[in-house]
């Protein structure tokens, strides 16, 4: 039987599939794999907090959208309610990855801390610099102390059933708590033409966009009340009990994650 090579190279270089051949590493000590380890590490954390914040950020616009984009948007009904029920799924799915995987009470921090930079970014690139809103209209809520809380709930309970009941109630009973001392200087009364407007409504109007918050004007003109006036706390518990039942939907979705046959070839 003939074999044919190509020009420019022998036959000596065929490779025999029958041959033994031996690779060397290039680890050689165990000090060199952990370097080797740190820096897997060193290049693989930032990358990943980038793509978490880009998935929540894009996650978030669709979901929330308006509502924490501008100042004024945030009232005292909806906000505290659409926002810790959208913002609870990535912290609930990476919960479960870096607890069940590394025993570390970390991904809600981490899932908040990237989605914070990642809105950052987008308000001071987009918002201010591309569109010439200012700054303190747009800039993003915060939501590190919650995710601390929700980490923290999962490492002294070690439990994902209290981690939800008693963490992921927090996380939206605290929403419009956390945020107060940045939306209390917008929530000022003013004389505006002889009307009284607050300070984010008075930006409303002097930075007109698509879509303005009028129904939120409207129920608060209203006289309508639900437990003698209080609106905001009886939106937290309502929001505490939703976000609960999303991050038990979310908790669950990431241990099926995990258990995939796909996931355990990655990790």
Same mark, same amino acid.
């Given at each position: 039987m003939s074999a044919e090579y190509i020009s420019g190279d022998s036959p000596e270089d065929e490779i025999d599939p029958n041959e033994e051949r031996i690779v060397a590493s290039a680890v050689k000590s165990r000090e060199e794999q952990l370097v080797a380890y740190k820096n897997i590490e060193i290049a693989t954390v930032?990358?990943?907090?980038?793509?978490?914040?880009?998935?929540?950020?894009?996650?978030?616009?669709?979901?929330?959208?308006?509502?924490?984009?501008?100042?004024?948007?945030?009232?005292? $009904?909806?906000?505290?309610?659409?926002?810790?029920?959208?913002?609870?799924?990535?912290?609930?799915?990476?919960?479960?990855?870096?607890?069940? $995987?590394?025993?570390?009470?970390?991904?809600?921090?981490?899932?908040?801390?990237?989605f914070l930079a990642a809105s950052w970014v987008s308000r001071v690139m987009n918002f201010q610099n591309f569109a010439g809103f200012p700054l303190n209209f747009v800039s993003p809520s915060t939501w590190v102390g919650l995710g601390v809380l929700l980490d923290c709930t999962i490492i002294i309970t070690r439990s994902w059933f209290a981690a939800g009941f008693i963490g992921a109630f927090l996380f939206g009973l605290l929403t419009y708590t956390i945020n107060w001392p940045i939306f209390a200087p917008f929530r000022m009364p003013i004389d505006y033409n002889?009307?009284?407007?607050?300070?984010?409504?008075?930006?409303?109007?002097?930075?007109?966009?698509?879509?303005?918050?009028?129904?939120?004007?409207?129920?608060e003109a209203s006289t309508l009340r639900t437990f003698g006036e209080a609106v905001t706390p009886l939106t937290a518990v309502f929001a505490g009990f939703v976000t609960i039942l999303n991050y038990y939907l979310w908790v669950w979705v990431g241990h099926k994650v995990l258990k995939s046959a796909w996931m355990n070839k990655v990790i």
């Open positions: 930032p990358l990943l907090f980038l793509l978490f914040g880009g998935i929540s950020v894009f996650l978030f616009a669709l979901t929330v959208g308006d509502w924490d984009f501008w100042m004024d948007w945030r009232d005292r $009904r909806w906000w505290p309610l659409v926002t810790p029920f959208s913002l609870i799924l990535l912290p609930a799915v990476l919960g479960v990855f870096t607890w069940n $995987r590394f025993r570390l009470p970390i991904g809600a921090t981490f899932a908040v801390m990237s002889g009307t009284m407007v607050t300070v984010a409504d008075l930006m409303g109007y002097m930075y007109i966009r698509t879509a303005i918050p009028e129904y939120v004007r409207i129920i």
